[in-house]
T-cell receptor, first 115, second 115 residues
């Protein structure tokens, strides 16, 4: 059973560029959340997708956007990259909040460096 | 919103000793408290979790306790081994009531187990 898979694992972008990160949730999971983890910090919630819609959003600007596909996979897009966007971007998968025994699993992340 | 405080930020123990990490949370509506272990360059790995209807949970050398009244929860690792060395994060899940939820993380504890 594959866990949460993310791609790419590492990438380098220039300020002002755009980036797309991808995530496939754990088999059977229908809810995908994205988190940003700066060096030496805990992950911070960006947004959550369920049934192809953004259901909740954290304190991140509109430059951060996402999408969920019918197969539950998801993309995170960041436009107009800033140096401060350099971080580990984590995808988390889970069942819908109404499911019992809900547990949240993380992928290995995508390391983004903005130069 | 939820706020999670985690202590200590660093912890060194001798192999075989016990390690305790403590977290407090602010939102009494939070009902799920997972602990994650993060090794260098990897994503967070769930090691144990506890729900608000349970006071204590144990899994081999790892245990978690929850005090809802005081709004704090703790991770206990007994008989520590060098492979336990990592950064540990506590988190609290806040149900927004709108059919969504997010994890709020502490800042992490770097545990070093000295052989």
């Amino acid at each position: 059973d594959a866990g949460v898979t993310q791609s790419p694992t590492h990438l380098i972008k220039t300020r002002g560029q755009q980036v797309t990160l991808r995530c496939s949730p754990k088999s059977g999971h229908d809810t995908v959340s994205w988190y940003q983890q700066a060096l030496g910090q805990g992950p911070q919630f960006i947004f959550q997708y369920y049934e192809e819609e953004e259901r909740q959003r954290g304190n991140f600007p509109d430059r951060f956007s996402g999408h969920q596909f019918p197969n539950y996979s998801s993309e995170l897009n960041v436009n107009a990259l800033l140096l401060g966007d350099s971080a580990l971007y984590l995808c988390a998968s889970s069942l819908d909040y109404r499911a019992t025994g809900n547990t949240i699993y993380f992928g290995e992340g995508s390391w983004l460096t903005v130069v | 919103g939820e706020n999670v405080e985690q202590h200590p930020s660093t912890l060194s123990v001798q192999e075989g000793d016990s390690a305790v990490i403590k977290c407090t949370y602010s939102d009494s509506a939070s009902n799920y408290f997972p602990w994650y272990k993060q090794e260098l360059g990897k994503g967070p790995q769930l090691i144990i979790d506890i729900r608000s209807n349970v006071g204590e949970k144990k899994d081999q050398r790892i245990a978690v306790t929850l005090n809802k009244t005081a709004k704090h929860f703790s991770l206990h690792i007994t008989e520590t081994q060098p492979e336990d060395s990592a950064v540990y994060f506590c988190a609290a899940r806040e149900d927004s009531g709108a059919g969504s939820y997010q994890l709020t993380f502490g800042k992490g504890t770097k545990l070093s187990v000295i052989p």
